[in-house]
């Protein structure tokens, strides 16, 4: 399938979301329209992010690509560098449908089109800036500012330090990679916790030693327990948000989430991250007292199991709600429940590490019992908690990570619940890897076994 | 040690393990023994030696249609991953009574979880590598190695000794240096012996003993010097680079469209098998060095030096250096479809390596002898043209 050309963007979230559910989705739109007025803030958010590089370059400030999760944020804040998310950035010109030239550029400076998405855009984009001796032209936000430092790392999958690594064909830049890890469910932790959190500390160190040398200043640790007790507050508040989304009917849905992650993945550690959530709050808790779903009659309601989401066509979402169907809760972009670092742990470098050590293990303890999977744990522990009829995951081509196990996750599962589930297949950008057509019957399909599922059970 | 006699000497021998693969660990996990299964070459295979169990490196099956796998692997990732699990399925690895992995990359890690899940191994266990090469990243593989060792002591039902360790260090240090012997005699032009014939001995490799490994490959090393001949001169001389390959047909296919391939760095070749494990006071502290920074896999990121120059000197220099001893007149880079570290490496390889006067060709194959047809016009263009 040839790319889609299409205009859509975040900020057409203002439609009348009843106008949309009760009507034909208008033909250029592929983003989703939201339920909640605070998350049409993030909009705004993330323009600033693109913008504040830029300045903060103009101003001499440091400014660094980054990646999520690398549990790096606070340090960053406490130093003043100014991070460029190039995850996000990827995940902005798929939403705006304008990845296409970026991804084609990479492919053509000889990168497989199997290399996931973000990879492929951010790539494209620093050989396209290379090759032009300025920013592309009309890149969406304005584009990357050209970054004085690269900070990888090995959280979550193999391309998050082997990325930075490749710009090296691009661009001189001071580059630096560590460490993320945790232990396999099955191992003792009692046995490899001091290890796991030492080792974690001192590549976290390292991070800091390298931040020094090139910033010429000292990392201040009032400074970074400011900026932790910040994102722990900030991570505090959005977990109580997704409390209150157990409501039925649902008060937030899951395309909102895929706004309102933004403050506390590319804010943390910022007091508008808390205040974005304390709004949040406040505006779901409202919906939830007042009974306000997100469509007039809330029929089912789905868990996205996992998998990124396709931010080529995040409309799909609405789509969903046409049929009555609602994504009440989801497992991508929700790394971590907050987790309590013990007391005797003075230290903001340790207590990073044995927060990171701590988060990643989550759920260890349930899934040694049953299922052997902590993300199984975590599905079922929604499927329960958020009274779910049906569970949905994204298979994204280009993302191993993310991708590589859901059909394990969906057998397991099956062991424990019988709800219906499918597997949805394309990718997180590349939109020549989405088939409407192919999806809105697997998803009709899909809705009439939820349907009959319901059926069967009330029986 | 495990001691056992060896039934099958030379090049005829190392065809009948070859073509029956996993016989010979069939054999003796019949007589007792305990064979433990495991993937890349970051296992510590001297562990297992010492304990007198077999390691056995997991292979793949490029003949054999992926058909068990699908339900329950995405098809999205490494399809030799893929395989040996579907191999699995099927029952060709009920003679392993154990699987260890390392974390080498994402879909290896994920393997761990599915396959100790579906196919119930006795025993089981997960390594973490790090990554990074910082100091820090030395000590903590230490542990990882130091916990991986408690646990295979328990499964053995006793203790490893220093003195064990140390022993069979020398073994697969000899085995190393005799697979460093063997590669050396395609350095003439021509060759004394083919791919085939080396990979042959190397798939072979990985089922057997040390013992029986380093007997086998002294009676080859010793059978190809004393038959002079060989594959005879061909225009091209070949080097691979890549990660598993564990069957001839791709080796085959170049040698018979007028190349030799005279030397490679695959994760399945040489790449185990450049350095050795440095005796050490602390037999472990060798095994770390070696295991951790001596295997030049993508996987590892090597820190970044001043310049691209040298950043990518440290990380492929020494395939250059190989190239250039072997006098290789073209490289082909073999990369198996959604290996994210290769598939991220490739350009800087192509063009460091074009930059030193060498063509390359660099190849997407999804692991299977189905699609070797779509790979022949490439290699056979490339060969006429370096030629």
Same mark, same amino acid.
């Given at each position: 399938?040839?790319?889609?050309?299409?205009?859509?963007?975040?900020?057409?979230?203002?439609?009348?979301?009843?106008?949309?559910?009760?009507?034909?989705?208008?033909?250029?739109?592929?983003?989703?329209?939201?339920?909640?007025?605070?998350?049409?803030?993030?909009?705004?958010?993330?323009?600033?992010?693109?913008?504040?590089?830029?300045?903060?370059?103009?101003?001499?400030?440091?400014?660094?690509?980054?990646?999520?999760?690398?549990?790096?944020?606070?340090?960053?804040?406490?130093? !003043?560098?100014?991070?460029?998310?190039?995850?996000?950035?990827?995940?902005?010109?798929?939403?705006?449908?304008?990845?296409?030239?970026?991804?084609?550029?990479?492919?053509?400076?000889?990168?497989?089109?199997?290399?996931?998405?973000?990879?492929?855009?951010?790539?494209?984009? !620093?050989?396209? #800036?290379?090759?032009?001796?300025?920013?592309?032209?009309?890149?969406?936000?304005?584009?990357?500012?050209?970054?004085?430092?690269?900070?990888?790392?090995?959280?979550?999958?193999?391309?998050?330090?082997?990325?930075?690594?490749?710009?090296?064909?691009?661009?001189?830049?001071?580059?630096?990679?560590?460490?993320?890890?945790?232990?396999?469910?099955?191992?003792?932790?009692?046995?490899?916790?001091?290890?796991?959190?030492?080792?974690?500390?001192?590549?976290?160190?390292?991070?800091?030693?390298?931040?020094?040398?090139?910033?010429?200043?000292?990392?201040? &640790? $009032?400074?970074?327990?400011?900026?932790?007790?910040?994102?722990?507050?900030?991570?505090?508040?959005?977990?109580?948000?997704?409390?209150?989304?157990?409501?039925?009917?649902?008060?937030?849905?899951?395309?909102?989430?895929?706004?309102?992650?933004?403050?506390?993945?590319?804010?943390?550690?910022?007091?508008?991250?808390?205040?974005?959530?304390?709004?949040?709050?406040?505006?779901?808790?409202?919906?939830?007292?007042?009974?306000?779903?997100?469509?007039?009659?809330?029929?089912?309601?789905?868990?996205?199991?996992?998998?990124?989401?396709?931010? &080529?066509?995040?409309?799909?979402?609405?789509?969903?709600?046409?049929?009555?169907?609602?994504?009440?809760?989801?497992?991508?972009? #929700?790394?971590?429940?907050?987790?309590?670092?013990?007391?005797?742990?003075?230290?903001?470098?340790?207590?990073?590490?044995?927060?990171?050590?701590?988060?990643?293990?989550?759920?260890?303890?349930?899934?040694?019992?049953?299922?052997?999977?902590?993300?199984?744990? #975590?599905?079922?522990?929604?499927?329960?908690?958020?009274?779910? $009829?049906?569970?949905?995951?994204?298979?994204?081509?280009?993302?191993?990570?993310?991708?590589?196990?859901?059909?394990?996750?969906? &057998?397991?599962?099956?062991?424990?619940?019988?709800?219906?589930?499918?597997?949805?297949?394309? $990718?997180?950008? !590349?939109?020549? $890897?989405?088939?409407?057509?192919?999806?809105?019957?697997?998803?009709?399909?899909?809705?009439?076994?939820?349907?009959? &599922?319901?059926?069967?059970?009330?029986? | 040690?495990?001691?056992?006699?060896?039934?099958?000497?030379?090049?005829?021998?190392?065809?009948?393990?070859?073509? @029956?693969?996993?016989?010979?660990?069939?054999?003796?996990?019949?007589?007792?023994?305990?064979?433990?299964?495991?993937?890349?070459?970051?296992?510590?295979?001297?562990?297992?030696?010492?304990?007198?169990?077999?390691?056995?490196?997991?292979?793949?099956?490029?003949?054999?249609?992926?058909?068990?796998?699908?339900?329950?692997?995405?098809?999205?990732? =490494?399809?030799?991953?893929?395989?040996?699990?579907?191999?699995?399925?099927?029952?060709?690895?009920?003679?392993?009574?154990?699987?260890?992995?390392?974390?080498?990359?994402?879909?290896?890690?994920?393997?761990?979880?599915?396959?100790?899940?579906?196919?119930?191994?006795?025993?089981?266990?997960?390594?973490?590598?790090?990554?990074?090469?910082?100091?820090?990243?030395?000590?903590?593989?230490?542990?990882?190695?130091?916990?991986?060792?408690?646990?295979?002591?328990?499964?053995?039902?006793?203790?490893?000794?220093?003195?064990?360790?140390?022993?069979?260090?020398?073994?697969?240090?000899?085995?190393?240096?005799?697979?460093?012997?063997?590669?050396?005699?395609?350095?003439?032009?021509?060759?004394?012996?083919?791919?085939?014939?080396?990979?042959?001995?190397?798939?072979?490799?990985?089922?057997?003993?040390?013992?029986?490994?380093?007997?086998?490959?002294?009676?080859? %090393?010793?059978?190809?010097?004393?038959?002079?001949?060989?594959?005879?001169?061909?225009?091209?001389?070949?080097?691979?680079?890549?990660?598993? %390959?564990?069957?001839?047909?791709?080796?085959?296919?170049?040698?018979?469209?007028?190349?030799?391939?005279?030397?490679?760095?695959?994760?399945?070749?040489?790449?185990?098998?450049?350095?050795?494990?440095?005796?050490?006071?602390?037999?472990?502290?060798?095994?770390?060095?070696?295991?951790?920074?001596?295997?030049? =896999?993508?996987?590892?990121? @090597?820190?970044?030096?001043?310049?691209?120059?040298?950043?990518?000197?440290?990380?492929?220099?020494?395939?250059?250096?190989?190239?250039?001893?072997?006098?290789?007149?073209?490289?082909?880079?073999?990369?198996?479809?959604?290996?994210?570290?290769?598939?991220?490496?490739?350009?800087?390889?192509?063009?460091?390596?074009?930059?030193?006067?060498?063509?390359?060709?660099?190849?997407?194959?999804?692991?299977?002898?189905?699609?070797?047809?779509?790979?022949?016009?490439?290699?056979?263009?490339?060969?006429?043209?370096?030629?």
């Amino acid at each position: 399938m040839a790319f889609l050309k299409g205009s859509g963007d975040v900020e057409e979230n203002n439609l009348s979301r009843e106008v949309l559910v009760m009507s034909e989705k208008p033909a250029e739109k592929t983003t989703s329209t939201k339920a909640t007025e605070t998350v049409k803030k993030v909009r705004a958010i993330v323009r600033g992010l693109y913008q504040n590089a830029r300045e903060a370059k103009e101003k001499g400030q440091f400014t660094a690509y980054t990646m999520t999760a690398c549990q790096y944020e606070e340090i960053l804040n406490a130093m !003043d560098i100014v991070p460029v998310w190039t995850e996000n950035y990827a995940g902005l010109t798929a939403a705006k449908r304008d990845a296409e030239r970026f991804v084609l550029k990479a492919e053509a400076e000889g990168y497989s089109n199997v290399i996931c998405g973000y990879v492929r855009v951010g790539l494209g984009f !620093d050989a396209l #800036r290379k090759e032009m001796g300025k920013t592309p032209e009309n890149a969406p936000d304005g584009g990357m500012v050209m970054p004085d430092l690269l900070l990888g790392c090995g959280s979550a999958c193999d391309p998050r330090f082997k990325w930075y690594q490749a710009l090296g064909r691009y661009m001189n830049v001071p580059t630096y990679s560590f460490d993320v890890i945790w232990p396999p469910v099955d191992a003792d932790l009692d046995e490899v916790r001091n290890y796991y959190i030492r080792y974690q500390r001192e590549q976290l160190q390292g991070l800091v030693d390298f931040l020094e040398r090139q910033t010429k200043k000292k990392l201040s &640790h $009032d400074r970074l327990w400011e900026a932790i007790s910040r994102s722990n507050a900030t991570w505090r508040k959005w977990w109580e948000v997704d409390q209150l989304r157990k409501a039925i009917p649902s008060p937030m849905p899951t395309e909102d989430h895929y706004n309102a992650m933004v403050p506390g993945f590319y804010c943390c550690g910022t007091q508008l991250a808390v205040d974005f959530y304390e709004e949040l709050y406040n505006e779901v808790k409202q919906r939830v007292d007042n009974n306000i779903g997100v469509v007039p009659e809330e029929k089912y309601r789905l868990l996205f199991g996992g998998g990124l989401p396709p931010w &080529h066509t995040m409309w799909i979402f609405n789509y969903f709600e046409t049929l009555g169907a609602v994504f009440v809760m989801e497992n991508a972009y #929700r790394i971590y429940d907050p987790v309590e670092v013990p007391s005797h742990v003075k230290d903001p470098l340790d207590y990073l590490a044995w927060r990171t050590f701590l988060r990643w293990t989550q759920r260890y303890d349930m899934a040694k019992k049953r299922s052997g999977i902590a993300t199984v744990e #975590r599905l079922l522990e929604y499927i329960e908690d958020y009274r779910i $009829d049906g569970v949905v995951t994204h298979a994204t081509k280009s993302c191993r990570a993310t991708t590589v196990g859901q059909i394990d996750w969906l &057998h397991r599962l099956n062991e424990y619940t019988n709800i219906p589930s499918m597997q949805l297949i394309s $990718d997180i950008i !590349d939109v020549r $890897d989405y088939s409407e057509a192919q999806w809105k019957a697997q998803i009709d399909a899909f809705v009439e076994a939820v349907e009959a &599922h319901k059926r069967r059970t009330a029986r | 040690m495990m001691t056992t006699e060896l039934k099958r000497t030379g090049l005829a021998g190392v065809e009948e393990l070859y073509q @029956r693969r996993g016989q010979r660990a069939r054999e003796l996990s019949e007589q007792g023994a305990k064979v433990i299964g495991y993937f890349c070459c970051y296992v510590p295979v001297e562990f297992f030696t010492a304990l007198e169990m077999l390691p056995y490196r997991i292979q793949g099956g490029v003949n054999e249609p992926i058909t068990e796998a699908d339900a329950y692997l995405e098809t999205i990732m =490494c399809p030799f991953i893929r395989s040996a699990f579907d191999l699995a399925l099927k029952n060709r690895y009920d003679f392993l009574d154990g699987l260890v992995v390392p974390h080498t990359c994402d879909t290896v890690q994920r393997i761990y979880d599915i396959w100790k899940y579906y196919r119930k191994p006795a025993y089981s266990h997960f390594i973490n590598v790090p990554h990074m090469l910082q100091p820090s990243s030395y000590e903590f593989f230490k542990q990882e190695l130091l916990t991986f060792r408690k646990s295979l002591e328990e499964f053995a039902g006793r203790k490893m000794t220093d003195e064990a360790l140390t022993k069979a260090v020398r073994l697969h240090n000899e085995n190393r240096a005799l697979v460093r012997q063997l590669y050396d005699l395609r350095k003439p032009d021509p060759p004394l012996t083919s791919g085939v014939e080396i990979l042959k001995t190397m798939v072979t490799g990985m089922g057997l003993p040390v013992l029986e490994y380093n007997e086998l490959l002294r009676s080859v %090393i010793r059978e190809i010097r004393e038959r002079g001949g060989g594959p005879g001169k061909k225009p091209a001389r070949i080097l691979i680079y890549g990660s598993v %390959i564990d069957d001839i047909s791709f080796i085959q296919l170049i040698e018979d469209s007028g190349a030799n391939v005279v030397m490679d760095d695959l994760s399945t070749g040489l790449r185990g098998f450049w350095h050795d494990v440095e005796p050490t006071p602390d037999p472990l502290d060798g095994i770390v060095n070696r295991y951790l920074d001596k295997i030049y =896999c993508p996987r590892t990121y @090597r820190p970044q030096a001043e310049t691209q120059e040298k950043d990518l000197d440290n990380r492929f220099g020494y395939v250059y250096k190989s190239a250039a001893d072997f006098q290789v007149n073209g490289v082909i880079l073999y990369v198996i479809r959604f290996c994210d570290t290769y598939e991220l490496d490739a350009p800087d390889f192509k063009s460091y390596f074009q930059k030193k006067g060498f063509p390359v060709l660099y190849l997407e194959d999804d692991y299977s002898a189905g699609t070797l047809g779509q790979l022949k016009t490439r290699v056979q263009a490339f060969i006429e043209m370096i030629a």
